[in-house]
DNA sequence: GTCTATACTCCGATAGAC
DNA sequence: GTCTATCGGAGTATAGAC
């Protein structure tokens, strides 16, 4: 799997070819079917494997912060780095790029957590008075997945090499919450 | 070019083939080298293409207005519904799909011409008191081709079949200035 | 669990006849 | 400006020996 994430990095996320990967491992091709039975089912093992890993950094940031606005801001800066440290995988994650490849239901399974986990940061920013309860709706929600959704893509488009801290677009995922309050603030 | 459109929104923006081109066609696959003297050559036709269109339909959209937001808005709604009218145009030109195509700089050239009348209409709101003047530099820049590029992303992954009205995401464009303007309030 | 051999399909690109 | 023929390579996947 590691080898398949290199060759995608250097060949284009759809332009994994098992005979590559097989050549770097030094097997024949006929081989990795005794481990996966189709090209697909190696998209697929990424493809969990790459959710679980982002649900575990997005859990990561927020550890240690009170749930609130503070809280989804160290989460979503923690989802950003990962997302700029593991560009080739999220790639696969996000942008459906392998015509013809479908997540089964069991490798998307880690993405409903996620978005469960930054619903939940939302609902206890409304508690504490830092936002409108509206956030909270599917609109609300959508329109934060989609707000940090663009700034990645535009980085990882754009400026692929930038460090975080240096990104032209990465900068401003720091002050996604901010937005946020301003498009919904908290009735007082 | 159509047909490479068309074969493109069928097999992936990377998965163009001349031989599936000449097929549909009804010619034999070298015949096409003598209208493009490489496959990535039918990619660069293609992106100037796209690239022209795209600034038409966004000066189009601004037409009419007086410069400024209102300008803006309808600029933007232009653009975006453009997107969603050729979604497979869109991702060649937004998000560089195919490994080893790179435009060459006269098909880009009108993509410089969209960054720079979008900045104008900044200019033009920022001279009206509709915006801070840091709106216009090339961070507040960066984030407004942030925005709407995030939104159109995940209209195209998660909804590609929905209509502009009812797209979860591009309904949020129109209320694209208001974010900007939530973000640089003008000062008063 | 690895291999050889193979079936099958496909691709981009060029040479050169007509 | 189209064609045939061809080069030289790619790929996924399967059968079956070891």
Do not use: C
């Not at 290199?6 to 050549?23: D, F, I, P, T």
């Not at 649900?55 to 700029?84: D, F, K, T």
């Amino acid at each position: 799997m590691d080898i398949s994430l290199q060759v995608m990095s250097e060949q284009g996320v759809a332009g994994l070819s098992l005979s590559a990967v097989a050549r770097r491992l030094g097997v024949r091709p006929p081989s990795l079917y005794k481990y996966f039975p189709s090209r697909n089912a190696v998209y697929d093992a990424l493809f969990r494997r790459g959710q679980q890993a982002y649900l575990e950094a997005v859990r990561q940031g927020a550890a240690g912060h009170e749930p609130g606005m503070a809280a989804m801001a160290a989460s979503l800066e923690a989802g950003a780095r990962w997302v700029m440290a593991n560009q080739t995988l999220a790639q696969l994650l996000f942008w459906r790029p392998v015509p013809g490849f479908v997540p089964s239901p069991q490798a998307y399974e880690p993405a409903l957590a996620v978005h469960a986990h930054f619903a939940e940061l939302t609902r206890a920013a409304i508690d504490r008075g830092e936002l409108h309860p509206d956030a909270a709706s599917e609109e609300g929600l959508a329109l934060g997945s989609a707000l940090i959704a663009g700034l990645l893509s535009q980085q990882l488009a754009n400026e692929p090499a930038a460090s975080y801290e240096q990104g032209r677009f990465t900068r401003w995922v720091a002050r996604l919450p901010a937005v946020l309050a301003a498009v919904y603030p908290p009735r007082r």
